[in-house]
């Protein structure tokens, strides 16, 4: 199991303790407006919560990667209160050294705290050193100002609009040389 800590985060691997956190995370529909009323996903909060665990156990065992809880690191046992990492459906044949697909979410309470980028950073670097991974993309709806400019303080670059999940939907994507300069550039990144 690939653990990562961060100054101020304990990242592991969703696993199904983190179950009743994911339910609430999804309950909050308000605040998760963007993951819901996906084709072909149920918007149920507890049938999403076990499919995001149960994809990234796939996911885990199958390449490597998936989503990892957020947790404060003072607080090893405390609930997760977001998750990060990437977005493989089981069953889906990926290069991880090619191009994957990032996500994250947090609680609205933990929203505007840093957590998201924080933990996304560290994973950034966790799989681009790692797997090698050429290049990391993100997809989210064009009214999502919050995860755009998360983005943007990651280094993903806005590419261009696509049809997908809901509708029409924005891409932002950067590659392993940019990340790695960005990152010696002062970025927040570790």
């Not at 209160?81 to 044949?93: A, K, L, R, S």
């Not at 806005?158 to 790695?180: L, N, T």
């Amino acid at each position: 199991m690939t653990v990562h800590a961060t100054d101020r985060l304990l990242l592991r691997p969703l696993d199904g303790c983190d179950l009743p956190a994911l339910e609430t995370i999804f309950r909050d529909r308000r605040h998760m407006w963007d993951l819901m009323d996906i084709p072909g996903r149920s918007n149920d909060a507890g049938e999403l919560a076990r499919y995001y665990a149960e994809r990234s156990r796939w996911s885990f065992a199958r390449y490597g990667i998936g989503m990892w809880g957020m947790r404060p690191r003072d607080s090893a046992q405390a609930p997760i209160f977001g998750y990060t990492g990437f977005v493989i459906d089981i069953g889906d044949e990926i290069d991880v050294a090619g191009e994957i697909e990032a996500g994250w979410a947090v609680t609205r309470l933990a929203a505007g705290s840093g957590f998201a980028l924080e933990g996304t950073a560290a994973i950034f670097a966790h799989v681009f050193g790692t797997f090698g991974t050429r290049r990391i993309r993100a997809v989210t709806s064009p009214e999502n100002w919050p995860s755009r400019r998360l983005m943007s303080r990651l280094g993903l670059v806005y590419e261009k609009d696509v049809v997908a999940y809901q509708g029409r939907q924005v891409v932002y994507a950067v590659d392993r040389r940019d990340w790695s300069a960005g990152a010696a550039d002062g970025r927040e990144a570790p």
